[in-house]
């Protein structure tokens, strides 16, 4: 069997990918936090939310989530407090969770603008929507 050449969109794809990934997580490991806590903060940032809700979303486990929870509010990232509309406990962004998320945020925003800014709005949407295709057919 051949090599699969490194010229192939698939190749391209992944390479493009992994090295996003090692970019995106530049600031991540400059602030202190691990691989993954950024996105407990994004998360975060857009409402405050349970524990179960949180694990869900992020496609983790009660267990798995619990000591980066509690990480993350030893360094005053996350406050556990009452969300929702029947004021069930959860956790929400402190005061420097959110700063923390915002500069990632920017971080994430300047990425996207150096990679895409070439392409007209037009092209950023067929690209985008390209890309979502591709997630929808490799997904199993």
Do not use: C
């Amino acid at each position: 069997m051949s090599r699969p050449s490194p010229r192939s969109a698939l190749y391209r794809l992944i390479e493009a990918g992994q090295l996003a990934h090692k970019a995106l997580l530049v600031p991540v490991v400059e602030k202190g936090l691990e691989p993954g806590d950024d996105a407990v903060l994004f998360v975060l940032g857009r409402s405050g939310t349970t524990e179960a809700d949180l694990a869900r979303e992020l496609g983790l486990s009660a267990d798995m989530l619990s000591s980066r929870l509690e990480r993350l509010a030893s360094r005053d990232f996350i406050t556990r407090q009452a969300v929702g509309p029947e004021l069930e406990p959860g956790l929400a962004l402190t005061e420097r969770g959110v700063r923390i998320r915002n500069a990632l945020a920017d971080h994430w925003a300047q990425l996207e603008e150096a990679l895409m800014g070439e392409l007209k709005p037009k092209h950023r949407k067929k690209f985008a929507d390209a890309l979502g295709r591709f997630v929808d057919l490799l997904r199993f």
